[in-house]
């Protein structure tokens, strides 16, 4: 599902208002309505819509006339503004809402709000502009403070108000919904937090607005993806088909290993685990290599490197290898953990090809690249994402809960699996492994990036169901990881 930010709808509404001659105030009706039946499905006895001044409040002023319309009599409008401070298709609303009965007020702040079982925010949409201040964010806490007490049901248009509805920041106070109806595409700042935690369940309404695809807007990875990096597997095939993917062992041999049975499970054809000795326990099925061989040949016939589980910061022999590897390879690698440190020396990012590398970094490692601190980045997940693609040319994958996949060249992708079960050690080593794992059998690097997370959070989520969130171990995901494979082209036949 694509993801819009408020200039590409505001040119989506625009094309459907000027190619298709569809007049504002229809797409708007079509909005209100569909408020108004989200509004219905809770059979409220009385519904308050608030509205602001723009078109947002219009979409208010629609779902309030729907409502009455629909047998709903105890239904009014609380207003930031007069009914004549408006102006356009949200005055046109207003107009027909009044007509039709609907009472109005307009919010004096300081006053409670009145009573309702549902409470629709209408306040601020696409074009909000700043954070909340004054009168607006009075009302907010109006509506907080009513809701805390009477348990009433939130619903949003569009956005919920306060958050950012390209960036999903939450700069001051906002609106916390249940659900929210999105106007004809989700709204990428309701994909991502902080901005999803108050959008709730987010429901796309088609209000006669054309969303044409394209590689510019973002989007949710899909089980398409999984199934799209994974190539056929025809009968004469054999390992080499499937590559190689070579791991570096650092200090932390069991990070490595886990790396490597991420990318054997996500089908690579061979692990190769590299480093000053043996790793002790690791599986049958692994090939290991020792950095005293002649080294060029040590990782010669690797598809895709896996650098930076485990890795340890304690200098040496491995974190030289990892530098040499970063400065030399030619193919492409996914750079995780203490791997990442190694992009900045003295001060400066150090720049990749483009599109070579996979950079996995939580949210620390990430504030730790940019110079900035954790809070920063998870206040501004989207633009820590991209800023770190665009300056290092690296594929990024923001870990966290909402995952933030984004290309040097602009594209975004939101991954929506995963849950709390992946909250364990070992889990980003996994994925690092799976994601190196679709590299090696040819996957490009942002598919790779998309699929690897979307099969990484599938897989934790299998585990969970399994095992509990609270006890599930990054092996546990490991073991899952063949039935999320399973699932995802399960996913297939479902589509069809
Ligand atoms: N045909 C269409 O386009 C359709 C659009 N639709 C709906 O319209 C929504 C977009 O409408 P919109 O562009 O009018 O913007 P909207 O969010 O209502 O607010 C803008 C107003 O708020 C003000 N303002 C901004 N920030 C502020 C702040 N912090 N505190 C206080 N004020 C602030 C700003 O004025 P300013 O004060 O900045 O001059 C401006 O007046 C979209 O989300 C969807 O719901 C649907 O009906 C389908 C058809
Ligand atoms: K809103």
Not at 104 to 118: C, S, T
Request: with cysteine.
């Amino acid at each position: 599902m694509v993801l819009v930010t408020s200039e590409q709808m505001r040119e989506f509404d625009k094309r459907t208002i000027s190619t298709l001659r569809v007049p504002g105030i229809v797409l708007m009706d079509h909005a209100g309505k569909a408020l108004a039946e989200a509004a219905l499905a809770k059979r409220p006895r009385c519904v308050v819509a608030l509205c602001g001044k723009g078109n947002n409040g219009g979409d208010g002023w629609v779902a309030a006339r729907w409502l009455r319309h629909q047998g709903v009599n105890q239904v009014q409008v609380v207003s930031t503004v007069d009914v004549s401070e408006l102006t356009g298709d949200a005055r046109t609303a207003a107009t027909s809402a009044i007509a039709a009965g609907v009472p109005h007020q307009v919010y004096a702040p300081g006053q409670p709000l009145p009573p309702a079982d549902v409470y629709l925010d209408a306040i601020l949409g696409t074009g909000a502009a700043r954070p909340l201040s004054g009168q607006l964010a009075d009302l907010v806490s109006a509506l907080e403070a009513v809701v805390a007490a009477s348990g009433a049901w939130v619903i949003a248009a569009d956005v919920p108000t306060g958050v950012n509805a390209t960036t999903g920041e939450v700069a001051g106070p906002a609106v916390r919904a249940q659900q929210t109806i999105a106007m004809a595409a989700q709204k990428l700042g309701t994909a991502i937090t902080p901005g999803c935690l108050y959008a709730g369940d987010v429901v796309v309404a088609d209000v006669g607005i054309g969303i044409e695809p394209s590689a510019e807007l973002a989007a949710f990875t899909t089980a398409a993806d999984v199934r799209a990096a994974l190539p056929h597997r025809g009968p004469q095939t054999h390992k080499g088909t499937y590559g190689r993917v070579g791991v570096l062992v650092g200090e932390m041999t069991g990070a490595a290993v886990l790396a490597g049975l991420g990318a054997a499970r996500a089908g690579a054809g061979l692990v190769m685990l590299a480093g000053e000795e043996r790793v002790q326990g690791a599986p049958l099925e692994f090939v290991q290599r020792l950095f005293r061989d002649d080294m060029a040949s040590v990782f010669a016939q690797s598809q895709a490197l896996v650098i930076g589980p485990g890795l340890g910061d304690g200098g040496g022999l491995p974190e030289r290898t990892a530098r040499n590897l970063l400065a030399h390879w030619e193919k492409p690698g996914v750079l995780d953990a203490d791997g990442l440190r190694l992009l900045r020396q003295n001060g400066a990012l150090q720049r990749l090809p483009e599109g070579q590398w996979v950079l996995t970094p939580h949210p620390k490692e990430c504030a730790a690249l940019l110079e900035t601190s954790t809070e920063a980045v998870q206040a501004r997940r989207l633009e820590a994402a991209t800023r770190l693609a665009r300056e290092t040319g690296g594929v990024v994958i923001l870990k966290g809960y909402r995952s933030i996949i984004a290309h040097p060249d602009g594209r975004v992708r939101v991954n929506a699996t995963g849950n709390a079960a992946l909250a364990t050690a070992g889990t980003g080593d996994v994925l690092a492994g799976i994601v190196g794992g679709l590299l090696a059998q040819g996957a490009d690097s942002f598919l790779a990036a998309c699929a690897g997370a979307f099969l990484h959070g599938a897989a934790g989520e299998l585990a969970g169901e399994r095992l509990t969130l609270v006890s599930t171990l990054a092996s546990d995901v490991v073991d899952a990881i063949p039935d999320a494979i399973g699932k995802a082209f399960h996913a297939d036949l479902e589509e069809q």
